[in-house]
């Protein structure tokens, strides 16, 4: 397999960091951008920007980074690395510990989290590099992805059945979907959706407004993001926030009412957010999380009703390995997972009322 050095980008490069992330060989993630690392810098993380570099390709991939007593730094490769193929990863590891080891950055572990496909044989990779399998983080591990490169009209068929008559439905009943300035009254209004969905729908807790705020801003300005919204009667009653970046869009936020009367709004708001990320130039949707594939029709799992929405575009689930820790110190890592993760967690939440991860 070819080898990989590692080490810190360049200040040339992290200017451009967007552009180098979005040709990756997997086309980067929007959890590895510029927009997101400004966002984490004030929620608890420090970050740091890597290149990985091989024979035929560099990986450009954001690693956020918290400091612990006595136990070190632990790095959180998200979504990352992004590698052309599961059997090149462990040459990534070689080398980031290579690196750590060489700039003595006092690292204990690093979590990582690849979009590769889930599947026996990529799983045996990565225990086979000496990974310890550990819970996911993000949400998008099982997700909804879709083919959005076909014309219109063509991928309006492909879509599920139950997709396509809603959206049709939508269209002939002449629902409007209205593209919102980000403005403050825009991000209230999609937050109280957010939290009206998640309360009904879910025993997920939203974070709080400011983060949202933020993290909106951010991909708003870069010009990565935009809000969707369907109103009945003068009040709004499905949201989105769907994000552009590099070849793939994503519906990161969404929300609606409970109680409405226009059948398909919410597909419809998908729809008319699917082709206007085509026009910028996007080949997937990502529809950013549902159930694992084998839990899809469970009833009991908190994300069941979001999964068959999802799925009434995609048809499928793709689930992908999920998140691992590479250990680079075995006796700190051992205190950190026997009880330092736990106890930290627990004191940054007490502490600022905020999620850790």
């Known amino acids: 397999m070819p080898e990989f050095t590692a ?8 200017a ?64 990352g690395p992004d590698a ?5 990863i462990p040459a990534m590891l070689d080398a980031l510990r ?9 690292v204990f572990a690093a979590k990582i989290e690849p979009d590769i496909v889930s599947s026996e044989a990529a799983h045996a990779v990565l225990l086979g590099a000496g990974l310890v399998k550990v819970p996911d983080l993000q949400p998008n591990d099982n997700t909804a992805l879709l083919d959005i490169s076909p014309e219109p009209n063509e991928l309006l068929r492909k879509l599920h059945s139950r997709g396509r008559n809603a959206v049709r439905r939508a269209l002939r009943e002449e629902v409007e979907v209205v593209r919102m300035e980000p403005t403050e009254e ?7 959706l957010m939290v009206g969905t998640i309360t009904a729908k879910s025993n997920s807790q939203a974070r709080d407004f ?16 935009r809000f969707y919204f369907v109103f009945e009667d003068g009040v709004a009653s499905v949201g989105a926030f769907v994000i552009n970046y590099g070849s793939k869009a994503t519906y990161k936020d969404g929300g609606s009412l409970q109680k409405r009367n226009q059948y398909g709004d919410s ?7 699917i082709n206007d990320m085509k026009e910028l130039g996007a080949q997937q949707y990502d529809f950013c999380g549902t159930p694992p594939s084998d839990r899809l029709k469970d009833p009991t799992h908190p994300h069941h009703g979001l999964g ?14 999920g998140c691992y820790d590479l250990v680079l110190s075995p006796m700190r890592y051992k205190l950190w997972s026997m009880a330092g993760e736990r106890v930290f967690r627990q004191l940054y939440t007490r502490r600022t009322g905020k999620q850790f991860y």
Not at 7 to 12: L, N
Not at 310 to 318: D, E, G, H, M, P
């Open 210 to 225: 400011d983060y949202y705020k933020q993290f909106w801003t951010e991909f708003c300005k870069r010009g990565q993001g």
């Open 16 to 79: 451009q960091w967007d552009s180098l992330v979005t040709a990756n060989p997997n086309g980067g993630n929007l959890l590895q951008s510029e927009a997101f690392a400004a966002v984490k810098k004030n929620y608890g993380w420090d970050t740091q920007f890597i290149a990985f570099e091989g024979p035929s390709y560099t990986s450009y991939n954001l690693v956020l980074q918290k400091s612990f007593p006595i136990l070190g730094k632990l790095w959180y490769l998200i979504k």
């Open 186 to 192: 825009t991000m209230r209004t999609m937050y109280d």
């Open 308 to 321: 068959l929405f999802k799925t009434s575009f995609s048809k499928t689930v793709t689930d992908f390995v």
């Open 7 to 14: 080490r810190f980008a360049t200040a040339a490069e992290i």
């Open 84 to 88: 052309a193929d599961v059997a090149q």
């Open 267 to 273: 597909h419809l708001v998908q729809w008319v957010a």
């Open 98 to 106: 290579a690196f750590v080891k060489r700039a003595k950055l006092n």
